[in-house]
């Protein structure tokens, strides 16, 4: 039998009271490193920080992608040479951006786009982001604004309009020649200036040119594209119906194989008031055979240069005229024209558009005279008959409409003045 210890009585105070517990076991020795201690509290203050910024990366992405305050689509223009705060007072006056500027100037730089950022007039779209406002700004995606410039206006006429335009800026040193600039629709934005729309519509005009001239027909008896430019000036200011410009045509270069003096209007006011191109009233009998340049009822052949820009049909049909005979053409009174061969039919076709010029007038107003020509012995310097035949849809005017063309020899035939340019 083995021996059991003995026991020792203890007291009931001291049996209540707990054992002594072990002290802890040391740190190892690995744990108590310097080095270890440093990586652990950088692991958690890396692991702090990537939460940090998935955070702000969460929110900034939210504020840069959430909808803008723009109730509708806006034009807005910011100024050249503005900063990025700028900018910002720009589109948070306007609209663009709400109250927190600087929501903004976070988004740009964390776009890395503060270099980027490009003065200009842009349209920012209903409810823009953003990241589309900065977009739309880093692009470039200024607004372009339509500019027509209609066919048949002079230089002069081309630049008036240019200068009322308040998108353009800057002046011209000077006028371009007559029928260098292309009639077109142009795009432009704000602030482009006026020599470089110039410019644009110089180079235009001879590209167009020089492709129309490359598909001329071969047997029009024009011999350089200045000529051919001239010819469509003239085609130009006669008719503003598309359908009737190649046989208009046609009517000048049958004229110029024949040896026949063109005898259009257009160039005679032309010659009278240059670069303005409109005269203003009806052409008088003494201006048919007043001496100048420009005047085909004195000149053989072309003028020296352009009545006017005439645009690409226009040029077209001076290059490709209709295959006719015709040698005339008068007004026809419903705002197109009559075409006749010979003299006769022509002249037929001039007592027509006086028996409905008389009419119209009849239905108007009571005439105060008889609207025949004058006799022989009126004043050489009194207006032309016949200037009310041509409806108002007529393309110019301050046309003679009777006297469109080589339509002049009807109204000149019995006139005192000298008899009809037409040598056939």
Known sequence: MSERPPISPRSPRA????????????????????????????????LV?????????????QTIEAPGPLQEDKIVNIPSRAGMADI????????????????????????????????????FQKSASLREVIATIVEGKVVQHSVTVPEGLTSEQILARLGENDIFAGGVREIPREGTLLPETYKFPRGTTREQVIQRMQQAQKRVVAE???????????RSPEQLVTLASIVEKETGKADERSRVAAVFTNRLRQKIKLQSDPTIIYGLVGGKGTLGRPIKRSEI???????????????????SNPGRASLEAAANPARTRDLYFVADG?????????????QKNVA????????????????????????PGTPAD??????TAKPPAAKKPARVPARQGAAQQGAAQSAAAPPPVVQQ
């Open 352 to 375: 027509k558009l006086r028996s409905m010029e008389k009419q119209i007038q009849n239905d108007t107003v009571e005439p105060a005279a008889d609207d025949s020509p004058p006799a």
């Open 334 to 346: 419903t705002g197109g024209h009559a075409f006749t061969e010979t003299y006769d039919q022509h």
């Open 382 to 387: 009194a207006p032309t008959t016949a200037t």
């Open 289 to 307: 055979a007043q001496p100048s340049p420009y005047n085909t009822y004195v000149i053989d052949g072309l003028p020296p240069g352009p009545i």
């Open 88 to 123: 910002a007072d720009v589109l948070q006056r306007e609209g663009v951006i709400d109250s927190n500027r600087w929501a903004f100037i976070g988004a740009v730089f964390a776009m890395k786009a503060r270099s980027d950022l490009k003065p200009g007039e842009y349209s």
């Open 212 to 222: 129309i001239w490359e598909h001329r027909s071969p047997d029009i008896p024009i």
């Open 15 to 46: 049996a209540l009271e707990p054992e002594q517990v072990p002290p802890p076991p040391r740190r190892s020795e690995r744990a108590r490193n310097p080095f270890v201690i440093v990586g652990n509290a950088i692991i958690t203050i890396v």
């Open 49 to 61: 920080a990537m939460i940090g910024v998935g955070l702000v990366y969460y929110y900034g992405r």
